[in-house]
């Protein structure tokens, strides 16, 4: 009748020597060429303790509705024409009051509750004889971090137009992520040491017990091999 493997179960072999002979002594060595050189490993890397750190946070951005236009008029009309969405401020232009058209959205792209850009549009109507040369323009928002950014750092300016068409001013304005930089505290610092060290620490690992295994098994050093005994067989061995 053919026989066929049921079960199989690893034996382990201890090795046997004075703690002053010349096993000892390899594998104090052994353990000291495992744990010294990865931390040696990861502190040359230059970046073993973390100095700074950062971390990227969507700010909450809300366009307040509030706008202020200045718009400076070519030499042939002389001046400038003004308005705003403050009453005081449009009390004091007099006659350089122009009551532009302004619409604006504001975009959520990825859903996340925060809006992530803002599209403005202002229509300023003209008469034939005005040409726009320069806008001076302030929008407010409610925003809890640093800057605000146009998509277009670099807006194209086009000339001409017709006779009784409005002076368009559209704009995207874009809430971008902010990187926030900060100063790691002890135990993060600790942490991030720690996981660098492990990393190359698990490489050392698995090759000194590989050598270990070849010079014990192959006898490199002089060990006497014991073969440990299963405890059921040393119950019944007691027994008998």
């Not at 000339?159 to 135990?187: C, H, K, L, M, T």
């Not at 091999?225 to 059921?232: C, E, N, Q, S, Y």
Request: glycine share 4%; with cysteine; aromatic share 14%.
């Amino acid at each position: 009748m053919a026989l066929y493997e049921l079960f199989s179960h690893p034996v382990e072999r201890s090795y046997r020597a004075g703690l002053c002979s010349k096993a000892a002594l390899f594998l104090l060595l052994a353990a000291a060429l495992t744990y010294i050189p990865p931390l040696l490993v990861a502190f040359r890397s230059h970046g073993f303790w973390l100095k700074r750190s950062s971390y990227e946070e969507q700010p909450t951005v809300r366009f307040q509705h509030q706008v202020l236009l200045v718009a400076l008029l070519g030499p042939e009309s002389g001046g400038f024409l003004a308005w705003s969405t403050f009453p005081a401020f449009n009390r004091l232009q007099g006659d350089r009051l122009r009551v532009p058209f302004v619409s604006t959205r504001e975009e959520d792209r990825n859903q996340d509750g925060k809006m992530d850009m803002l599209h403005f549009k202002l229509e300023l109507p003209l008469q034939s004889t005005e040409h726009v040369l320069g806008v001076q323009l302030i929008l407010t928002f409610s925003y809890q971090l640093h800057t605000t950014i146009l998509s277009d750092p670099n807006p194209i300016w086009l000339v001409g137009r017709a006779a009784d068409a409005p002076f368009v001013i559209n704009a995207v304005i874009r809430y971008p992520v902010e990187v926030i930089s900060y100063q790691p505290g002890f135990w993060e610092m600790v942490k991030f040491a720690w996981v660098q060290y492990v990393s190359i620490l698990l490489i050392f690992l698995w090759v000194f017990e590989r050598i270990k295994i070849f010079v014990f098994q192959n006898q490199v050093v002089t060990t006497v091999p014991v073969t440990a005994t299963p405890r059921g067989e040393v119950w019944k061995e007691h027994l008998s």
